[in-house]
Nanobody, 128 residues
Framework: QVQLVESGGGLVQAGGSLRLSCAASGRTFSSYALGWFRQAPGKEREFVAQIRWSGGSTYYADSVKGRFTISRDSAKNTVYLQMNSLKPEDTAVYYC?????????????????????WGQGTQVTVSS
């Protein structure tokens, strides 16, 4: 049983930084992609960033490129999302997710339904 446990959310002022962590367990994740999505009140869940466990290739939403960095620590089975220069519009619940058979995204970003496992989410609030 795959388990994903997020941590690191909180309240931060605009321009500040936070680092989210996602501890993954229950599988060998070498063939997986791990990603971060977010959902603000009244909005659809949207893709933020993804990293392939093997090789480490990454994808980012345009809205976070240059500000957010996704990384993984294979020894700890943990994925991180370093968020810098935070904006009020980054306020959302952030979810960690795992895709056991990631595809290749030509002209598009990964979609929530393509992911198989989800964490419980962690709240990020950015004040102006």
């Amino acid at each position: 049983q795959v388990q994903l446990v997020e941590s690191g959310g909180g309240l931060v002022q605009a321009g500040g930084s936070l680092r989210l962590s996602c501890a993954a367990s229950g599988r060998t994740f070498s063939s997986y992609a791990l990603g971060w999505f977010r959902q603000a009140p009244g909005k659809e869940r949207e893709f933020v960033a993804q990293i392939r466990w093997s090789g480490g290739s990454t994808y980012y939403a345009d809205s976070v490129k240059g500000r957010f960095t996704i990384s993984r620590d294979s020894a700890k089975n943990t994925v991180y999302l370093q968020m810098n220069s935070l904006k009020p519009e980054d306020t959302a619940v952030y979810y960690c997710a795992a895709d056991r058979s990631p595809g290749f995204y030509v002209g598009r970003l990964p979609r929530p339904y393509e992911y198989d496992y989800w964490g419980q989410g962690t709240q990020v609030t950015v004040s102006s």
